[in-house]
């Protein structure tokens, strides 16, 4: 029986699952993920989904897809459909293009450029039946005549745009290092907003870099999805969830700014101001 990990609205684990085929709870969101592997020619690698598959059958689509397992991250999750649908391995670095928000659930999109061949694959026959390198005019024609998956055409175009983009696959361009404790909170989903002082190192950091967030020998790759920058940690405690910077429940009533003289001195906090960076799991090392 294939399990689904819940999430809230804003994409935190709910500690919940739900099976495959079953009716899912109200108010609650599940993981899809899609990779489109395109060739040094800029063609995009596409499956025709097997007359068996369990939606779509036998139309054509992108190169892989499929839902997020049980105890998943989304790149875990890329990774293996890559792995089992094409029988070729993606860069653990990779990371999503974009995300698509539908009723239900988050889609992550991952676009990447590979040196590789059909020859080079080995199908899931239970998922795929055939597999092909399409141009996007190609594709176009197909969701024309109703033998591609009916996608909007700007969508497909903006997939294509996305393969010449620097930045989707990539090496780790920060490293943070944290104590036992937050660290723990991270991994849990209990911590999703790390607070830094807002100094050069942290001033390049961007929305949608990774960062690997280290506990002694352990690590987590997070990537950014918004940045929180302050004057002061004085506005920043006043303005963001303390619950989703790592205090619990019991300590949110007495958290103060000055908690964090402890890690930047005053003089620090006054020249640099205060930064929260807000963050999801991508893997964990």
């Known amino acids: 029986m294939e399990l689904w990990d819940l999430y809230d609205v804003n994409r935190r684990p709910l500690g919940k699952t739900m099976a495959r085929g079953d009716k899912q709870p109200a108010d609650t969101f599940r993981l899809v993920v899609h990779a489109c592997i ?3 020619d800029g063609k995009l690698l596409c499956q025709r989904r097997s007359p068996h598959h369990n939606g779509w059958s036998g139309m054509w689509d992108v190169s892989v897809g499929g839902h997020a397992i049980s105890g998943e991250t989304s790149l875990d999750a890329v990774l293996r459909e890559t792995r089992e649908e094409l029988g070729l391995e993606l860069s ?36 795929v ?96 999805r918004a940045l929180h920058r302050f004057d002061s940690f004085d506005e920043l405690y006043a303005k963001l969830d303390l619950l989703k910077c790592g205090y619990s429940l019991e300590e949110v009533a007495t958290a103060k700014y000055t908690d964090m003289l402890a890690y930047y001195t005053k003089e620090q906090q006054a020249k640099y101001g205060a930064l929260g960076i807000e963050f999801e799991i991508i893997s964990i090392v």
């Open 38 to 40: 395109f060739n040094s």
């Open 129 to 224: 039946s055939e597999i092909a390198f399409l141009s996007l005019d190609e594709i176009n024609a197909m969701i024309d005549s109703g033998v591609f998956i009916p996608r909007n055409k700007g969508f497909m175009e903006y997939l294509f745009y996305c393969r010449t983009r620097r930045g989707l696959v990539k090496e780790v361009c920060h490293e943070m290092n944290l104590a036992k404790e937050p660290y723990e909170k991270i991994v849990s989903g209990a911590k999703t907003i790390e607070m830094r002082l807002n100094d050069e190192k942290r001033q390049a950091v961007k929305v949608g870099d990774m960062i690997t967030l280290k506990y002694d020998v352990h690590a987590v790759n997070v990537r950014v």
């Open 92 to 127: 653990n670095n990779i990371i999503p293009a974009l995300t698509i928000n539908f009723k239900g659930g988050f889609d992550d999109f991952y676009c990447t450029s590979m040196d590789v061949k059909l020859s080079d694959c080995t199908i899931q026959e239970s998922e």
